[in-house]
């Protein structure tokens, strides 16, 4: 945007002629001590618990212990220059940050101010980075899917919008591809993204950006972020400032999908602010209140009902549910799920899906572990056809785990063993999927359709998925309608089935792969 | 410092409630004002902070210096202090006494800053307004502070009221920001 020296002088004087020349009154204290981003001040006997303070060089801290003399505050951002003796002021407000619509396409910090070198976001709303969660009265249940696009999660851990579905696994197991194939995945559905990158590489965060642009994802993405180089109060917070975002567009009867990257990394982070506001230390260090850190968050995502989406927006929007989908992602060490965060997320998320190393390594990506993978509302939320498609494949993965210990012993075993270890091995092989390639209902349902009937169990399982590539090209060509159709309406009935069943039998008499 | 105010809470308390009860507060808040104002005294503060200097001979020392401005009472009191050697608490002794005293009598110490000196009249209406504003009595300090550039600078506890051009200025930069 260029301005000529003209129209400047006229915003100045727009700006002069709006000032508020009335007195001013705050409260005031003085800074006691700065030590490791933690700054106790003497006085401000009002300040409130999380309240903004400013401090001199336009910087602010938030109040999190509120002593009898004093107030512990943690800065946001660079504290180099605070010295002792210098004056904060209280400002009477919650830490907020800018959401709306603007912020689609960005990247921002924990404060919501930009880092992308795009300028000025362009949003006059604000709201406070912490706020209670919908009440009892204003939810619905959850029965609207959130496609993510993995054959392996949309058909055995389906996640429905408004649900709390956790990403566990070890480093190095696809937890972030997961994520961005999602986000990649809900181009077209209307559904908006937050990707909050905690405690992460700059560069990896840049990796993340670069993938979505060129995927066409960032127009329904916004990207809040916390990089490893940040203040620890910073990447505390950051997780919130997302939430913030997602629940601008809950709140008017959208659907939006937020991802914490990861929360393990914020629960350091708040260690680290909690052992330097000596607060005690509890199990693993973290404070007494870690559980309240991460449930008040996954609380917020959820799904709203009409009546209240009605009320927030004061009657502009009627008749429509909002929703907040969370996909939380924890990072475990060595597959210790039993250590202290990640059992108090399991526990207060809707389902997890289980990523692990073994897996990864031998090659089957995403690295689900069918098994221990659950998610206790999707359910409900599946479409048609895929729950009815994908319950055989998980019931097929089940007896095949079982099996799978005499896999090797093949030639000893009586027929039905035999079968189902190697409808289990097809099975296994099938849903396998390559990053940054998210299938549609209809992709997924032939697929599932092709090992659910059987028309795999006479194919060599190391040509399943050359298989799968050439029988998905060949409906996309032959078949578009009976596809579009499927994606439509998500319906299964006999007509289709008999549809896809004489389809997917022409195409093994009339192709090779 | 908020650690010292801490520790200082007690002695302030117990001090105030006793001069009450000898009703001889005023006095109280003469000697403890003396007290502090002599161990500002640099030469004061060297002997204080050295550790080698005994407990009995500081005591003694200090009542010498302050005896024609205390009392019996107020000698005790320094001996107690020197003993658990919390000497270095007495300036916030001293301000949390005038703190009791000031809500004890329903008045609020209030500093104005102004950049001219206030006309008698216009002292007059200025308490009268703050008074009403904080709703309760005053005792007003006044003083100059050119850099204000115009206007008054109110400060009464933790709160100020700005309504300086200073402050007015400086609002405004951050709005045209």
Same mark, same amino acid.
């Given at each position: 945007?260029?301005?000529?020296p ?5 915003l100045? $004087? ?11 009154a ?17 006085g ?15 910087? @602010?801290?938030m ?23 210098d004056?904060v ?7 907020e940050?800018p959401?709306?619509?603007?912020l689609?396409? !960005?990247?921002v910090?924990?404060?919501g101010n930009p =880092?992308?070198? $795009?300028?000025a976001?362009?949003? +006059? ?6 706020k ?10 959850? *029965?609207?899917p959130?496609?993510?696009?993995l ?5 055995? =851990?389906?996640?429905? /919008?408004?649900? !709390? ?5 070890? !480093? ?13 995945n809900q181009?077209?559905?209307? =559904?908006k ?7 992460? $590489? ?7 950006? /670069?993938k ?5 994802a960032?127009?329904?993405?916004? =990207? ?10 910073l990447?505390?917070?950051?997780p919130?400032?997302g ?6 567009f809950?709140d /008017?009867?959208?659907?939006?999908l ?5 929360? +393990?990394?914020?629960?350091w ?9 000596r607060?005690?230390?509890?199990r693993e260090?973290?404070?007494? *209140?870690? @559980?309240y850190?991460?449930? /008040?968050l ?6 709203i009902?009409?009546a ?7 009657g502009?929007?009627k ?5 907040l ?12 799920v039993?250590?202290f965060?990640?059992?108090n997320?399991?526990?207060?998320? *809707? ?19 069918a ?5 206790r ?5 599946q479409?048609k056809?895929?729950k009815?498609?994908?319950?055989? +494949?998980r019931?097929?993965?089940?007896q095949?785990?079982e099996?799978?210990a005499f896999?090797? @012993? ?9 079968k189902q270890?190697?409808?289990?091995q ?13 299938m ?16 795999? *169990? ?18 996309k ?7 579009n159709?499927?994606?439509?309406t ?11 069943? +004489? ?7 009339t192709?090779?792969? | ?12 308390a ?11 507060t ?6 403890l004002?003396?007290?502090?104002a002599?161990?500002k #005294? ?7 902070? #050295? ?9 003694t020392l200090?009542l ?5 401005h ?8 320094l ?9 270095v ?16 009598? %329903? ?11 206030l006309?008698k009249?216009a002292?007059?209406s ?6 009403k504003?904080?709703g309760?009595?005053?005792h007003?300090?006044v003083?100059?502070?050119?850099s204000?550039? %115009? ?5 009464? %506890?933790?709160?100020?009221?700005? %309504? ?5 200025l ?5 709005a045209?920001?």
């Amino acid at each position: 945007m260029q301005l000529n020296p003209s129209e400047i002088s006229d915003l100045i $004087k727009k700006k002069i002629e709006n000032f508020d020349l009335s007195a001013e009154a705050h409260t005031e204290g003085t800074v006691v001590s700065v030590t490791d981003g933690i700054v106790r001040v003497h006085g401000l006997s009002e300040a409130m618990q999380g309240e903004m303070l400013e401090f001199p060089g336009n910087t @602010f801290g938030m109040a999190l212990n509120l002593e009898r003399d004093s107030v512990g505050v943690v800065v946001l951002g660079n504290y180099q220059h605070i010295t002792e003796g210098d004056t904060v002021k209280c400002t009477g407000k919650i830490l907020e940050v800018p959401v709306g619509e603007a912020l689609l396409g !960005r990247v921002v910090d924990a404060l919501g101010n930009p =880092i992308d070198g $795009k300028g000025a976001i362009d949003t +006059t709303e604000t709201a406070p980075i912490e706020k209670i969660a919908p009440g009892v009265i204003a939810r619905q249940s959850v *029965d609207q899917p959130v496609q993510l696009g993995l054959k392996s999660i949309d058909a055995m =851990i389906p996640v429905g /919008r408004g649900q !709390r579905e956790l990403i566990i696994g070890d !480093r190095q197991t696809g937890k972030t591809a997961i994520a961005i194939d999602a986000i990649i995945n809900q181009k077209g559905t209307g =559904i908006k993204c937050i990707y909050v990158a905690i405690g992460q $590489k700059r560069s990896s965060i840049a990796n993340v950006v /670069r993938k979505l642009e060129e995927h066409g994802a960032m127009a329904h993405t916004i =990207i809040v972020a916390a990089s490893a180089s940040e203040s620890a109060a910073l990447q505390f917070i950051a997780p919130y400032t997302g939430c913030s975002m997602g629940e601008f567009f809950r709140d /008017r009867g959208e659907d939006a999908l937020i991802i914490y990257d990861d929360l +393990t990394k914020q629960a350091w982070a708040y260690r680290q602010v909690s052992l330097l506001l000596r607060r005690p230390p509890g199990r693993e260090a973290y404070p007494g *209140d870690v @559980f309240y850190l991460h449930s /008040r968050l996954l609380e917020r995502a959820s799904r709203i009902n009409a009546a209240e989406v009605e009320k927030l927006t004061g009657g502009r929007v009627k008749g429509k549910t909002g929703s907040l989908t969370a996909l939380p992602i924890i990072e475990t060490q060595g597959g210790d799920v039993s250590a202290f965060v990640p059992t108090n997320v399991i526990s207060i998320t *809707d389902g997890q899906i289980f990523l692990e190393s073994n897996l990864f390594n031998s090659g089957i990506r995403p690295a689900v572990n069918a098994g221990l993978s659950v998610s206790r509302v999707g359910g409900a939320a599946q479409t048609k056809i895929i729950k009815k498609l994908g319950g055989g +494949t998980r019931l097929d993965l089940a007896q095949y785990r079982e099996l799978a210990a005499f896999a090797q @012993f093949a030639s000893d075993l009586d027929e039905s063993t035999r079968k189902q270890i190697e409808r289990g091995q097809r099975v296994t092989e099938l849903m396998k999927q390559n990053q940054y390639s998210p299938m549609s209902v209809a992709q997924m349902a032939v697929s599932l359709f092709a090992a659910n009937e059987g028309f795999l *169990d006479s194919i060599e399982v190391n040509k399943v998925l050359d298989f799968e590539a050439a029988l998905q090209s060949y409906m996309k060509s032959e078949h578009s309608e009976l596809m579009n159709n499927i994606n439509a309406t998500g319906d299964f009935n006999n007509e289709i089935s008999s549809n896809l069943r +004489t389809a997917i039998e022409t195409f093994i008499k009339t192709h090779s792969w | 410092m908020s650690e010292l105010a801490t520790l200082a809470r007690p002695y302030a308390a117990a001090v105030f409630k006793r001069a009450k009860e000898t009703k001889a507060t005023v006095k109280w808040s003469e000697s403890l004002a003396f007290m502090s104002a002599v161990l500002k #005294n640099e030469n004061i503060a060297v002997v204080v902070d #050295n550790p080698k200097v005994n407990k009995e001979k500081l005591s003694t020392l200090m009542l010498d210096i302050c005896q024609e401005h205390i009392t019996e009472e107020n000698g005790n009191f320094l001996k107690l202090l020197v003993h658990n050697n919390r000497l270095v608490l007495l300036p916030h002794i001293a301000k949390l006494f005038e703190a009791y005293k000031a809500e004890d009598e %329903g008045y609020v110490e209030v500093e104005v800053f102004t950049a001219y000196t206030l006309s008698k009249e216009a002292k007059q209406s200025f308490t009268a307004t703050l008074e009403k504003a904080l709703g309760k009595k005053i005792h007003m300090n006044v003083a100059i502070d050119k850099s204000l550039i %115009g206007g008054v600078l109110v400060r009464a %506890g933790d709160r100020v009221i700005d %309504g300086s051009i200073k402050g007015r200025l400086q609002h405004m930069q951050k709005a045209l920001q």
